[in-house]
């Protein structure tokens, strides 16, 4: 997930750095909410993942 993620920005001419920042802090966030809406963070898989990312950022939900 998080390299797809790293990737989308950077096709996107977002610089490498920046790219890798904010990949891993949405990650993380969603990661947080995904353990949260799962119970446990030993619970969360990657499709626990992106589920969270989709809810929590509408702007990322590519089934607009």
């Known amino acids: 997930v998080l390299a797809g993620m790293i990737a989308a920005l950077r096709a996107q001419h977002v610089s490498a750095p920046e790219a890798a ?35 929590r950022w509408p702007l990322f939900n590519a089934e607009r």
């Open 21 to 55: 920042a904010a990949a891993a802090y949405v990650h993380g966030l969603a990661g947080l909410k995904a353990a949260q809406i799962m119970g446990s963070e030993r619970a969360v898989c990657a499709s626990d993942v992106i589920s969270a990312i989709r809810l």
